[in-house]
């Protein structure tokens, strides 16, 4: 899809897991382990299944699905991954309270410069409401991000266009001023199919993915000393 070149980047709309936040491999995965071991229950997500799982957006979805492939019938597995995900909740905002999730490094320089430079901030996440605020108020402070919307507060997951859409609705901006920040393929395309532009910083469960409706892509905020990714490289993906 050709858009027309931007005069101002006016809003980055930022993902939080594996975006914003390392959350996922030491964090909802051990979570989702203890809720197993605390129902009883032998399943235990390996750091290699976990990133296979991942394909599945929703933690409850993920249980779910997991649940059925092993044999579950449908009722049962979706009340048991209701549980199972309330139990995961809980023990996830443990961790973020006992500070065990970190933000992406050079993440926080990012949202400073932005910030500075009169860019308005939002999130779009798949994760849900009860430990989102939690996290982001804990990495980044209570003021960091205007909207904040979450798979808690809308009717379809990511890949889903919805989380996004309603982001940009509650910004009032027209999506040719927004640009988005992902980790992942699913991440990517939810922000595509809203119309967004998706600048891409891989992590280690999605550096093989494919990120064709990317605008820009890159590996990390900072690395080796360099500068972080800041207002200039969102402007320039904004022109691409
Ligand atoms: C994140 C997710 C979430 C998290 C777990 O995807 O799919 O399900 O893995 O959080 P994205 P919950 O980064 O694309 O938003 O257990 O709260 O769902
Ligand atoms: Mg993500």
């Not at 390392?22 to 203890?34: K, L, S, V």
């Not at 597995?77 to 050079?106: I, M, S």
């Not at 308005?120 to 009860?130: D, I, K, N, Q, Y």
Request: aromatic share 6%; hydrophobic share 45%.
């Amino acid at each position: 899809m050709t858009r027309p070149p931007l005069s101002e980047l006016r809003a980055v709309i930022f993902d939080v897991d594996g975006t914003l936040a390392d959350t996922e491999r030491d964090g909802h995965r051990p979570a989702f382990n203890e809720a197993f071991a605390a129902a009883g229950l032998p399943y235990r997500w390996d750091e290699a299944e976990y990133g296979t799982l991942l394909v599945i957006t929703g933690g409850s979805r993920r249980i779910e699905r997991y649940l059925r492939d092993r044999g579950v019938p449908a009722p049962r597995a979706a009340d048991l991954a209701a549980e199972l995900h309330a139990t995961k909740t809980a023990r996830f905002v443990d961790r973020v309270r006992a500070g065990l999730v970190p933000a992406r490094p050079g993440v926080a320089e990012v949202l400073r410069e932005l910030q500075a430079a009169g860019v308005r901030l939002a999130v779009a996440t798949t994760g849900s409401r009860e430990w989102v605020m939690e996290l982001l108020d804990g990495l980044f402070g209570p003021d960091m991000f205007e909207v904040v919307l979450t798979g808690t507060d809308v009717p379809a997951r990511k890949p889903d266009p919805a989380v996004y859409q309603q982001t940009v609705c509650r910004l009032r901006l027209p999506a040719e001023c927004v640009i988005a920040v992902e980790d992942s393929a699913i991440g990517c395309s939810a922000a595509v199919a809203a119309g967004l532009r998706c600048m891409v910083v891989t992590n280690d469960y999605t550096s093989d993915q494919d990120f064709s409706g990317a605008t820009v892509i890159c590996d990390g905020f900072a690395r080796n000393g360099r500068r972080p990714l800041g207002v200039d490289l969102l402007r320039a993906a904004c022109h691409a």
